[in-house]
């Protein structure tokens, strides 16, 4: 009788330690795939501002040519309004996605925007010859 006892209670221990053993093995695997998700969306966050401080630390020389025989550039409208167009793609969040919108940003190329249009300048990048 005690070898009877000692055989069910020896079965029940086993289904026991083997379902907390499933059910923790449940919860590491969710953990693993929730910590691989956030580093993958740190990563895409870390090269969006990589690209925004880019932008900020290796501007564009802004030239006023006096030449009226131009090579035909485009405005600096056109430029910066796609550069706007490109930082609002990443930085305003899509409704999927909802992730805080950064406006100091979005208003500094405004205000770029602004003096470019009344300064009638032309961009030429770093390292070109004017």
Known sequence: M?????QSF???LTERLTAAAVDI???VEKTIIDYQEEVYQT???NQRLQRLLDLVYKPEIR???ADSRQIDL???TQEVCAQEQQIQKECIPSE???EPIIRPIKEE???LSTRCQTANCTYIRRGDSP
């Open 25 to 27: 093995y449940g919860f």
């Open 2 to 6: 005690a070898n009877v006892t000692l």
């Open 96 to 98: 999927a996605n909802k």
């Open 109 to 111: 190329l405004t205000e």
């Open 10 to 12: 020896n079965v029940f």
């Open 43 to 45: 990563k895409l966050e």
């Open 63 to 65: 030239l006023h040519r």
């Open 74 to 76: 485009p405005t600096p």
